[in-house]
Each structure stands twice: as C-alpha cells, then as structure tokens.
C-alpha cells in the first residue's frame, strides 16, 4: 500500500477517496424556434458569403492580369478564350454580390412584415355589437339570449 500512494505516506496523512458523481444527461434545446437565433445564422452566413465572393471577385482580377499578359506575349487564341471565360466568370460573381444584398434585404422585409399587431375594439353598446356580429354571422350559428329587462 506504501507504494501506491507516496505522497500521502511521505506526509502521514490518509489518502483522499474520490467520489463519483453521476453524470447527468445533457440537455438538448432546439434553437431553430428561436429568432435570434435564426437572424444570427442568417446575418453570419450573409457575411462569410459575402467574403467569400468578395475573395472570388478579388483573385480573379489578379487572375485576369495576369493571363491577359499571357495572352498578348502570345498571341495564343486559346489564352484569350480563357480571358474571355474568366472575364465571364468575374462578371457573375459581382452579379451573385448583387443578388446576395437583394436576398439579405428580402429576408430582413419579410422578418418586419411578421410583426405585425392588429388590435381592434368596438365603440358603442352590446345591442349595436349584438347587430354587428348577427349581420356578419349566419343565423344558424347565432344564439339569441333573452335579457329580463327587455321583457
């Protein structure tokens, strides 16, 4: 026993028992209920597809440079067919940057148009309430309630 614990023999103290605690079960949310949640993603996503075609749009100039320098050291008809693709290829990723802020700001009009409160209230007594409601229900669905008083 000395040589499993020499530490606790070296300072004549008793060694520590540890205590295993259960472990609990991990809690799992569903966050995709969640607006914040879903306008985060939304806003997160929105940037890095941003960059990433900002970083499209960035490499195929340096691109372009360089096989337009090709292309006139040459005078290959091949390389500027490629000049011309890649030129094709720079052109609709500034489209699809374009299109990208038309569908963040879709997305962000369609979470305004949701919140939207419709509070409505009557001005005026029961009975004319009573004659609101019975001309815009049937009659068979309507329920006539006899009040002592006007009896």
């Known amino acids: ?8 023999d070296a300072l004549n103290i008793e060694p520590k028992k540890e205590e295993k605690l259960p472990l609990r079960k991990q809690v799992e949310v569903d966050l995709s209920n969640f607006p914040d949640k879903k306008l985060f993603d939304q806003k997160s996503d929105y940037g890095q597809v941003r960059g990433n075609l900002k970083d499209v749009i960035d490499n195929s100039k340096v691109a372009i440079e360089g096989i337009l320098r090709v292309a006139s050291e040459t005078d290959s008809p091949r390389a500027y067919e490629v000049v011309s693709q890649l030129l094709k290829t720079a052109t609709e990723a500034n489209k699809d940057l374009i299109d990208l802020h038309k569908q963040m700001k879709d997305l962000e009009k369609d979470d305004t148009i949701k919140k939207v409160t ?17 001309q815009q229900l049937p009659a068979k669905k309507v329920k006539k309630i ?5 009896a």
Do not use: Y
Request: aromatic share 6%; no cysteine.
């Open 118 to 134: 419709n509070n409505a209230f009557f001005v005026g007594s029961t009975k004319e309430l009573q004659e609101l409601v019975q």
């Open 1 to 8: 026993m000395a040589d499993e614990n020499p530490l606790e």
């Open 146 to 150: 006899r009040n002592d008083r006007e």
